[in-house]
């Protein structure tokens, strides 16, 4: 069983870890580049106190793309699935996370879907509160809810360096405000947008918001419901179809499980009425996935034949 053979779990970080030497820290959010480029961990949580580690465990992270998951859930909770995927759509794109092209090749010019990030800027555009300081305390409310950590909050650096930087994703809200997919202040969204992907945790932590998305948004412990039932099965087709960006396809067939990674290294995995996968590993490959973070899922799933397909 995945939950209790740390050897096998020790074993493959260590085979996995060989493969940080072939991929990158981000760098073009200038807080990124400080990561240790070999770092790896995992955290695997099957609720109650079972948890197991390997790696520096004791590292946090932003959770960056991870967070659109996170927003996602929010607003369908806040607005329901007609009026979200009325303003974003459901289908993968098979291009860079950052791209700007179907925006302008499709009409009407609604983002494709939520975790692009046009589509993530128009869903962070839909979180309720009547100010963006009540925007971003109900975001962090709700993972602390997920995470049942309190403390969990954004990094400032990282949010900073990431909105003084940030022009490509201005061009997607100026040119979505243009066609009237949002209406908001440009600069107020990306405000919030960069705290969101800033929030900072670990592995475990990370474990554990995918623990409560595999097993139907439901805290298996206290009996709460987070998520409601159908919002987490869609939060993980989405995971399925765009989790892993213009990798999603190549992931689905070599791993088979839902899943979502982030810029920092970060990937959560949920495996449907399973155990939640933290994992963090800087050094990303070619599409803006953590390389070693990838090969240790694929070994996973392999080992135990965690693949739902
Ligand atoms: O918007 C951005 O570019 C980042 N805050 C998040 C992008 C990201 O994590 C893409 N992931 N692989």
């Not at 053979?5 to 072939?22: C, H, R, S």
């Not at 990158?24 to 609720?47: H, R």
């Not at 409310?141 to 995470?147: E, I, S």
């Not at 945790?201 to 948004?217: H, S, V, W």
Request: with cysteine; proline share 3%; glycine share 8%.
């Amino acid at each position: 069983m995945i939950c209790n053979d740390q050897g096998t779990l020790n074993e493959m970080i260590e085979a996995a870890k060989n493969y940080t030497q072939f991929g990158k820290v981000a760098d073009y959010i200038p807080a990124l580049q400080l990561a240790n480029n070999d770092t790896l961990s995992v955290a695997v949580y099957g609720g109650g106190k079972s948890c197991m580690k390997a790696g520096n465990i004791e590292e946090t992270f932003t959770l960056q793309s991870i967070s659109k998951v996170i927003t996602l859930a929010l607003v369908l909770m806040d607005h329901g699935e007609e009026y979200v995927f009325s303003r974003v759509g459901m289908e993968p794109t098979g291009d860079p996370f950052n791209s700007i092209i179907k925006l302008e090749t499709h009409t009407p010019s609604k983002p494709l879907n939520p975790m692009i990030n046009a589509g993530a800027l128009a869903v962070t555009s839909m979180i309720s509160g009547r100010t963006a300081r009540d925007k971003l305390d109900r975001l962090l409310q709700f993972v602390h809810d997920l995470t049942g950590r309190k403390t969990i909050n954004f990094n400032e650096n990282v949010a900073k360096s990431e909105f003084e930087t940030a022009d490509l994703n201005r061009s997607l809200c100026y040119f979505m405000k243009q066609h009237g997919v949002i209406h908001d202040n440009v600069e107020e969204l990306l405000d919030l947008y960069t705290k969101q992907c800033a929030i900072e945790m670990n592995c475990e932590d990370l474990a554990k918001m995918g623990y409560i998305i595999a097993n139907e948004g439901q805290d298996t412990e206290t009996k709460q419901q987070i998520i409601p039932h159908d919002i987490a099965r869609i939060l993980k087709t989405f995971m399925i179809t765009c989790g892993m960006y213009n990798a999603s396809g190549e992931f689905a067939i070599r791993v088979g499980i839902p899943a979502k990674s982030g810029v920092s290294g970060g990937i959560m995995a949920s495996i449907p009425h399973g155990v939640g996968i933290g994992i963090y590993g800087p050094a990303l490959d070619d599409k803006g996935n953590s390389i070693a973070g990838m090969k240790l899922l694929e070994s996973l799933s392999a080992h135990y034949d965690l693949s739902i397909f």
